[in-house]
């Protein structure tokens, strides 16, 4: 939920929400590396907290703080649930709040059925808010690998799963983007973008949509009307 609190600060809560092992971590790492050393639209502050076992696999969450660098009262509380499946309940906690999900799938082939179980999860949790309430967002990680899943395959499953709307539903335009991505520093692909669009999706659901998905947006007036907020 977005809080505005008296010193007029917005905070919004960002999630990455997939299997264990899909890339989570990872991603919330890099997006901390690159947007602490590169100039974008958000900036860290202060440390990445990881609740994480020996393993590196998380054991309760991550969490970085990002500020806006244009909106300087906006800030993103970024979260990675623990994937693994023993962690379900905790899951459902880590979840409360929740502004925008962005979903993260392992995109290897062999791990197809399990990255469905965790959307199924997900759906579960979120309660029908999915698109609706709360804007979503695919990455499909671990691009740089062979014997990966395509978009299409999850276009296709998420159909399946009623989170991907007709043109000829008003809803359409908030179909989830779908991101070939890869965490890994050296190689990182789409990690910034997949980030800023879910943003971007969150403030103009509290905008516009009055914290739902709006419906004919006039976007000429958003960077006005983002001072307001
Ligand atoms: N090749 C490749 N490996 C990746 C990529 N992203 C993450 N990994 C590797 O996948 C493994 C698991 O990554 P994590 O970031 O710990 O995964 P997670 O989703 O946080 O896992 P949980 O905390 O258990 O839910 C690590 O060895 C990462 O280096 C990627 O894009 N490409
Ligand atoms: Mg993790």
């Known amino acids: ?3 505005f609190t008296t010193d007029q600060k917005v905070y919004i809560k960002i999630l990455y929400w997939g ?3 899909s890339g989570k971590t990872t991603i919330v790492d890099t997006l901390y590396r690159l947007t602490k050393e590169d100039d974008k639209d958000i900036k860290p502050t202060g440390e990445l907290t990881k609740i994480s076992m020996e393993s590196g696999s998380t054991l309760y969450f991550d969490r970085g703080i990002f500020q806006s660098t244009k909106q300087r009262k906006v800030f993103y509380h970024v979260y990675t649930v623990a994937g693994q ?3 379900s309940p905790l899951r459902k ?4 709040g929740t502004d925008g999900v962005i979903f993260t799938i392992d995109s290897q082939t062999h791990f197809f059925e399990d990255n ?3 959307l199924k999860e997900l759906k579960n949790v979120t309660r029908g808010k999915l698109i609706k309430e709360i804007p979503l967002i695919v990455m499909l990680n671990k691009q740089d690998l062979t014997e990966v ?4 395959d ?3 499953v998420l159909k399946d799963e009623k989170l991907w709307y007709e043109p000829n539903n008003e809803l359409y335009i908030w179909n989830p983007i779908l991101y070939k991505t890869c965490a890994l520093w050296d190689k990182k692909r789409n990690i910034y973008r997949s ?3 879910c943003a971007r999706r969150t403030v103009l659901y509290q905008i516009y949509g009055d914290g739902s998905a709006p419906i004919g947006i006039d976007y000429s007036q958003f960077s006005e009307d983002l001072q307001k907020i």
């Open 1 to 3: 939920m977005v809080r």
């Open 19 to 21: 299997m264990g092992g």
């Open 85 to 87: 499946s023993r962690f």
């Open 93 to 96: 906690k880590i979840f409360k």
């Open 116 to 118: 469905i179980e965790s």
């Open 149 to 152: 899943i395509g978009e299409e």
């Open 154 to 156: 999850v276009k296709q």
């Open 195 to 197: 980030f800023n669009e």
